[in-house]
């Protein structure tokens, strides 16, 4: 093995690359997970609307999503949208517009689920009380629909997290991307990439227990 203590000391002269790389991959999810969650209710509102029109723009969408790599989806957001609307977004931008949407699709099923995973007698009787169907849906369904999913939502979290990876295709700094440019300083590739598995470790095994504990917990309550 050709690899030594010197090879990795080297990578502390790119140490502001990894600590910006993982910002950016930290911030991405967060904003991620937070418009996907926003967006993903709206959807799920949507598709289990009465009206026509709003189930198939939301159908429309999942399908469109779920059924396209998210590289693709950034790569459309960067490269179409200034031939679309004359303007370009920063690499940045671009790949939290896209993680957005790209999430909203998966977190709408996650709703979705939760939703349907609520006994229906509980819609009935608070109707049966007086409650109108927004009402019902805003303080006795969703609620009880989010303590169902939030396991589901920080798995989602986690996976985000990772496929923030694909952005470095566009130039997003996240943690590959300043991986890359970490290699072309030290001349050697397999330290950058080991310090960056250790990153994404670190972080998705930490959320990981974080998320086993809220679980446990709501086991618990129940």
Not at 81 to 90: D, N, Q
Not at 122 to 144: D, F, N
Not at 204 to 214: D, E, G, H, P, Q
Request: glycine letters at 6%; aromatic letters at 10%.
């Amino acid at each position: 093995m050709n690899l030594s203590i010197n090879d990795f000391s080297k990578l502390l002269d790119s140490k502001d690359l990894f600590i910006t790389g993982l910002k950016n991959t930290l911030l991405l999810s967060v904003i991620g997970i937070f418009f996907g969650i926003l967006l993903g209710l709206i959807l799920t509102l949507f598709r289990l609307s009465k009206f026509k029109v709003l189930r198939g723009f939301s159908l429309t969408y999942l399908e469109i999503i779920r059924c396209t790599p998210l590289m693709v989806q950034a790569f459309f957001i960067y490269m179409a949208t200034p031939e679309l609307i004359g303007y370009r977004f920063s690499p940045f931008y671009a790949g939290a517009i896209a993680m957005s949407l790209n999430s909203a699709a998966y977190v709408s099923e996650i709703i979705r689920s939760g939703i349907n995973s609520v006994d229906k007698g509980q819609m009935e009787a608070s109707r049966s009380l007086g409650l109108s169907y927004v009402k019902t849906m805003r303080y006795v369904i969703i609620p009880q629909a989010v303590k169902n999913i939030l396991p589901t939502l920080g798995n989602e979290f986690i996976a985000i997290i990772k496929e923030t990876s694909t952005l470095t295709i566009i130039g997003v700094a996240e943690i590959m991307f300043n991986t890359k440019r970490a290699q072309a300083a030290s001349y050697k590739a397999t330290p950058a990439i080991i310090v960056a598995m250790i990153l994404y470790f670190v972080v998705t095994f930490t959320l990981s227990k974080v998320i086993a504990r809220i679980e446990r917990r709501m086991k618990v309550s129940d």
